[in-house]
T-cell receptor, first 114, second 115 residues
Framework: GAGVSQSPSNKVTEKGKDVELRCDPISGHTALYWYRQSLGQGLEFLIY????????KSGLPSDRFSAERTGGSVSTLTIQRTQQEDSAVYLC????????????FGPGTRLLVL | AQKVTQAQTEISVVEKEDVTLDCVYE???????LFWYKQPPSGELVFLIR??????QNEISGRYSWNFQKSTSSFNFTITASQVVDSAVYFCALIPLNAGNMLTFGGGTRLMVKP
C-alpha cells in the first residue's frame, strides 16, 4: 500500500536494552512526525522532521531518546537504556509539508519493556 | 499553548442511534486547523476531517457531520444512524498555523455501538 509503514509492529525488550523503531513515510511527504500513545499520557508529540532536519525536538522525554531521518525518507527512533515507563505505542505520521497539512499515521509500534 | 478537551471519555449507544462527540479547544492563534481522527481496535489513526478556522460551514460526509462553532470554540462530530463498525476511539486535534507543527490531541472518546 501507499500509506505510512512502521516496523516492528510489536517489540518486547528487557529494561536497559536499546531499541530502534522504524518509520517509512508516504512517498513524497517531506514532513515526518513521531508521537507516543500511552495509557496515562494520551497522545504526545515527540519530534518532527522537515526533510532530514529536526527543527522541533521539544517533545523528546529524555536524552535517552533520539531520532534521525535519512534521504528525506525513512526515520528511526532510538530509545537507549529502556525503562518500563517507555512502554507505549509509538506512532509515526507524515504530511506533504509542514504546518497545517494533514498528518497521516502509520499503524504504530507497540513497545513493552519488561 | 493549545489545549483540546473531549469531556466524554466513553459513550455507549445502540445501533442506529445518533451520537455526538464533543470537542472544545483553546488557542491564542487566530489561524488554526482542527482535525478528527478515528482509532479502531486495530490501532491505526485514521484521518476523518480537517477544517480551518476561517471556515465555519458545517460539513456532512455520508453519516458523518461536523459542527464548527468558533464562538464557543467547539468542533463537534455527529454520527447518524450509528453502526457497530463505528466502534472506535475518536480523537479531536488542533494545530495552529504559525506556532509549531505538532498536533495537540484531546484525550479521546471511546464509542461503543452495540447491535
Amino acid at each position: 500500500g501507499a500509506g505510512v509503514s512502521q516496523s516492528p509492529s510489536n517489540k518486547v525488550t528487557e529494561k536497559g536494552k536499546d531499541v530502534e523503531l522504524r518509520c517509512d513515510p508516504i512517498s513524497g511527504h517531506t514532513a515526518l512526525y513521531w508521537y507516543r500513545q500511552s495509557l496515562g499520557q494520551g497522545l504526545e508529540f515527540l519530534i518532527y522532521f522537515q526533510g532530514n532536519s529536526a527543527p522541533d525536538k521539544s517533545g523528546l522525554p529524555s536524552d535517552r531518546f533520539s531520532a534521525e531521518r535519512t534521504g528525506g525518507s525513512v526515520s528511526t527512533l532510538t530509545i537507549q537504556r529502556t525503562q518500563q515507563e517507555d512502554s507505549a505505542v509509538y506512532l509515526c505520521a507524515s504530511s506533504l509539508s509542514s504546518g497545517e497539512e494533514t498528518q497521516y499515521f502509520g499503524p504504530g509500534t507497540r513497545l513493552l519493556v519488561l | 499553548a493549545q489545549k483540546v478537551t473531549q469531556a466524554q471519555t466513553e459513550i455507549s449507544v445502540v445501533e442506529k442511534e445518533d451520537v455526538t462527540l464533543d470537542c472544545v479547544y483553546e488557542t491564542r492563534d487566530t489561524t488554526y486547523y482542527l482535525f478528527w481522527y478515528k482509532q479502531p481496535p486495530s490501532g491505526e489513526l485514521v484521518f476523518l476531517i480537517r477544517r480551518n478556522s476561517f471556515d465555519e460551514q458545517n460539513e456532512i460526509s455520508g453519516r458523518y457531520s461536523w459542527n464548527f462553532q468558533k464562538s464557543t470554540s467547539s468542533f463537534n462530530f455527529t454520527i447518524t444512524a450509528s453502526q457497530v463498525v463505528d466502534s472506535a476511539v475518536y480523537f479531536c486535534a488542533l494545530i495552529p498555523l504559525n506556532a509549531g507543527n505538532m498536533l495537540t490531541f484531546g484525550g479521546g472518546t471511546r464509542l461503543m455501538v452495540k447491535p
